[in-house]
């Protein structure tokens, strides 16, 4: 899991790219300085498949499945997706705003995505993430933190912690103890 590093355009190497519309540039006043872990499976509670993708790109077929309907016209993003089996998968470049926090304040500012990279697990709030996915995401944030001066250890947050009340995830799964360590190393 060595093989990331990012270049000029704010694209990660050893990732596959699926460019996604829903994005636009952050404020000049903006500095990057916040990571947020989120999770998402389509269908909820599923693994696998292109749905994620579809869904990121706008591409997602409402008659596939009836939660689909509920979600079709929704424009979202993030900068990274990490799947099941260690996959990387950039829709955003860094330099971007991805459309990932929605509604969010951390230490008294509004707008996280303004200042913030988002980085999704294929996973849920009520199942454990797999060991691949973990020592992706330590590699990961490995080579933003040496990039991107703004981010730290201390400002890695979930996406519960920016939306409290409106969201739960990375979920009681997730094992902040096991990343933390992980980045320690």
């Given at each position: 899991m060595s093989g990331f590093s990012i270049d000029s355009?704010?694209?990660?190497?050893?990732?596959?790219?699926?460019?996604?519309?829903?994005?636009?540039?952050?404020?000049?006043?903006?500095?990057?300085?916040?990571l947020v872990i989120h999770n998402i499976s389509l269908p909820p509670g599923e693994f696998g498949?292109?749905?994620?993708?579809?869904?990121?790109?706008?591409?997602?077929?409402?008659?596939?499945?009836?939660?689909?309907?509920?979600?079709?016209?929704?424009?979202?993003?993030?900068?990274?997706?990490?799947?099941?089996?260690?996959?990387?998968?950039?829709?955003?470049?860094f330099h971007d705003r991805a459309w990932h926090a929605g509604q969010s304040c951390f230490d008294g500012a509004e707008n996280c995505n303004d200042f913030s990279l988002g980085i999704e697990l294929e996973?849920?709030?009520?199942?454990?993430?797999?060991?691949?996915?973990?020592?992706?995401?330590?590699a990961l944030v490995r080579v933003l933190l040496a990039h991107y001066p703004g981010l730290s250890k201390q400002r890695i947050v979930g996406h519960s912690d920016i939306a409290p009340g409106r969201k739960t995830d990375p979920g009681p799964c997730f094992d902040w103890r096991r990343l933390s360590t992980s980045l320690e190393a």
């Open positions: 355009q704010g694209w990660l190497t050893g990732a596959r790219h699926v460019p996604s519309p829903n994005f636009n540039q952050r404020p000049a006043t903006a500095a990057l300085s916040l498949g292109t749905h994620i993708c579809d869904f990121f790109t706008n591409c997602l077929d409402a008659d596939a499945h009836p939660y689909f309907r509920e979600i079709v016209d929704l424009r979202v993003s993030a900068h990274l997706l990490i799947r099941r089996d260690g996959d990387v998968v950039q829709f955003v470049s996973g849920s709030d009520d199942k454990p993430y797999t060991d691949k996915q973990y020592r992706c995401l330590a």
